[in-house]
């Protein structure tokens, strides 16, 4: 699930580079929480929540369907 994760993410790391910033895969728990740490202008942007939580997790989760549950930032 790892490496599908990562594929996924690589769709979508484009739309944030345009912008400055980029997304970093940090790990898969076991509670289907996928771990990701923002990169560049995305990192302090103050919507950097509403890109995790309605880009990213939603892609995620269209994607995988219940193999995952949630997106979260770490730093």
């Known amino acids: 699930m790892r490496e599908q994760i990562m594929a ?4 979508v790391r484009p739309f944030l580079q345009r912008d400055g910033g980029d997304v970093e895969f940090v790990d898969y728990t076991e ?3 996928v771990l990701v740490r923002l990169q560049g202008h995305c990192a302090g ?7 995790i ?3 990213i997790e939603q892609f995620l ?10 997106v979260e930032a770490v730093m």
């Open 53 to 55: 939580k309605y880009g």
């Open 61 to 70: 989760k269209d994607a995988f369907g219940d193999a995952v549950s949630s």
């Open 31 to 33: 509670d289907k929480t």
């Open 8 to 11: 996924a993410l690589d769709q």
């Open 45 to 51: 942007c103050p919507h950097a929540q509403m890109t």
